[in-house]
Nanobody
Framework: QVQLVESGGGLVQAGGSLRLSCAAS????????MGWFRQAPGKEREFVAA????????TYADFVEGRFTISRDSAKNTVYLQMDSLKPDDTAVYYC?????????????????WGRGTQVTVSS
């Protein structure tokens, strides 16, 4: 059974940094893409970044503007999201997910599995 466990969230001041981790288990992910999404209160879940497990190609949402970096450690079956220059608007619960899609992976409905999320709060 696939399990995804996020960690690394917390409270940080604007301009600060956090590194989120997503530990994956339960199957081989070599043909999958891992994505980070976020959901603020009263808003829909939105795409943040994604990485292909095998080749490591990455994609980012426009609002990231070079502030976040997604990476993976295949040996540890873990995906990371390094977030720098954080803004109060980045406050949300951050989720990682797994999708077999090679296109349309910005859509949360195309993800098979999700973690429970980790809260990120950025104070002004």
């Amino acid at each position: 059974q696939v399990q995804l466990v996020e960690s690394g969230g917390g409270l940080v001041q604007a301009g600060g940094s956090l590194r989120l981790s997503c530990a994956a288990s339960g199957r081989s992910f070599s043909n999958y893409r891992m994505g980070w999404f976020r959901q603020a209160p009263g808003k829909e879940r939105e795409f943040v970044a994604a990485i292909s497990w095998s080749g490591g190609s990455t994609t980012y949402a426009d609002f990231v503007e070079g502030r976040f970096t997604i990476s993976r450690d295949s040996a540890k079956n873990t995906v990371y999201l390094q977030m720098d220059s954080l803004k109060p608007d980045d406050t949300a619960v951050y989720y990682c997910g797994v999708t077999p899609y090679r296109i349309n992976y910005r859509e949360p409905r195309n993800y098979n599995y999700w973690g429970r999320g980790t809260q990120v709060t950025v104070s002004s």
